[in-house]
């Protein structure tokens, strides 16, 4: 295929026969779906599957993350005619992906948010897929490892963010965005010994046991040297990656609800992610996106360079 096939290509989010390979629609045009994957329910044989969370609400400052899965497809459009540039192989040639969709949910009934989302991302996992989620806030990621865990125990976490997000919160009946770690290891779904935060700045009292790579250590050692950090805290566990867009400085992602300066270049970020080839990624989402704050779009593709890379990640020790 080639660009050339824009004539004839449209809409491959429900026409392509494959579920692998590029697509060569005009990026402007047709339907949205990640990638231009074919969007599809049908889990048989797939490999990974995106899914959307349009989940927000308590967040710090400035809600609107519920629309951050439909901008991160938007923006997505744009990495959908090559493979990642500089991986060295085509995860889109390699991989059977889907869009799964969203989750649905009834957005009266918060309660009964978490609950879904760990039974969504659980019949992802139970069909033998993995999951790449499109968030949504912060809260979200409790759920789904919760799903994983329970299907592959303990797991390490690499968590991207400028916030550790392990503020106490033992009430239950919480869904917030800044406490689902305290939560996931207070549970024993995530090994905080085993787990790496990267890109800190703000202050926390307990980061429980989590290892902590603030953003002037990234900016201060270089990557090489926080990757080094993070393999050695992260061995041979399997893990998950979790990627808060706030962990990109406001000038590079400034829609986002918790903007945060002296925070990663997109440059860094990329490096980080590319540096992770080779971990055993059992899944992974990017959350945080907020579009209303950012009419450039820069964060919204920011997010899809973030899931792009996580397909990336999953299929490097699949090759």
């Known amino acids: 295929m080639a660009l050339e096939d824009a004539k004839t290509q449209v809409d491959q989010a429900f026409t392509r026969e494959s579920l692998r390979g590029l697509s060569f629609e005009n990026a402007f045009g047709g339907a949205t779906s990640f990638l231009r994957r074919r969007y599809s329910k049908d889990l048989t044989g797939v490999d990974l599957a995106v899914t959307g969370i349009p989940f927000d609400q308590a967040?710090?400052?400035?809600?609107?993350t519920r629309f951050g899965p439909r901008a991160i497809r938007e923006a997505s459009t744009l990495q959908a005619f090559d493979a990642p540039y500089g991986w060295a192989y085509d995860p889109l040639a390699l991989l059977d992906v889907?869009?799964?969709?969203d989750m649905a949910f009834d957005y009266a009934n918060m309660r009964d948010v978490p609950g879904r989302i760990e039974a969504h991302i659980g019949a992802i996992l139970d069909a033998g897929a993995a999951p790449v989620t499109l968030g949504g806030d912060h809260s979200i990621t409790l759920p789904i490892l919760r799903a994983v865990v329970a299907?592959?125990?303990p797991v390490a976490l690499i968590q991207f963010d400028a916030h550790s997000d392990t503020w106490v919160d033992d009430?239950?009946?919480r869904i917030d965005h800044g406490t689902f770690l305290y939560k996931a290891i207070r549970e024993g779904v995530v090994d905080a010994a085993a787990s790496v935060a990267v890109?800190?700045?703000t202050d926390n009292p307990d980061t429980m046991g989590v290892t902590i790579l603030d953003a002037p250590m990234v900016h201060r050692d270089g990557v090489d040297?926080?990757?080094?950090r993070v393999r050695a805290?992260?061995?041979?566990r399997p893990v998950y990656v979790t990627f808060d867009i706030d962990a990109l400085d406001p000038a590079f992602a400034p829609g986002t609800g918790t903007p945060v300066w002296g925070g990663l270049a997109s440059w860094q970020a990329a490096a980080l992610l590319r540096g992770l080839a080779g971990v055993d990624l059992i899944g992974g989402d990017v959350v945080e996106v907020s579009p209303p704050y950012d009419t450039t779009g820069a964060t919204a593709i920011a997010g899809a360079h973030v899931a792009l890379e996580l397909i990336a990640l999953f299929g490097w020790t699949r090759r």
Do not use: F, M
């Open 199 to 201: 890109g800190i700045r």
């Open 225 to 228: 040297a926080v990757l080094a």
């Open 233 to 236: 805290v992260v061995g041979e």
């Open 171 to 173: 009430d239950p009946d």
């Open 98 to 101: 889907v869009d799964y969709g």
């Open 59 to 64: 967040v710090t400052h400035r809600p609107g």
């Open 151 to 153: 299907r592959r125990g």
